[in-house]
């Protein structure tokens, strides 16, 4: 196994536990303990009611494809080899919204609203990261 040469994620005590719940393969949000509401990315307070109490709720991982763009020029040498990748921004069931790659999918079919589900790579033996692929 080669070294992984891309950045990692690095966690603040705000984050950690979302960046702990990739790493055990789960996508986990914040849900506020007051109105129920889930929120991403993790923030001190919910910004529907300001309550500062919250736990943390796994996603599906099942949603659908936003948005995206195609990267066509690296933004760091580790990436040249990737190019052209996908950037997604993915609507999750729940209703939250995320931004990661979508892999596993020619260019020429990747589709707006097309289902798609999350991946996850162990990119080191600490880290682990999440992508997206055509459900
Ligand atoms: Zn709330």
Known sequence: MTQYQKPL???SSLTQP????VK????LVQKCSSCSK???TPKPLCPHCLSQEFTWAPLSGQGQLYSYTVMHRS????FDGDLPYV???VEL???IRMISNLVHCPLDKVRVGMPVKVVYEDVTKEA???KFAPA
């Not at 933004?75 to 580790?78: D, R, V, W």
């Open 9 to 11: 994620p690095e966690p």
């Open 18 to 21: 979302f960046w702990d719940g």
């Open 24 to 27: 055990q393969h789960k996508l």
């Open 38 to 40: 889930l929120r991403h």
């Open 75 to 78: 933004p760091a040498p580790s």
């Open 87 to 89: 950037v997604a921004l």
């Open 93 to 95: 069931k729940e209703g």
């Open 128 to 130: 682990s990261i999440f």
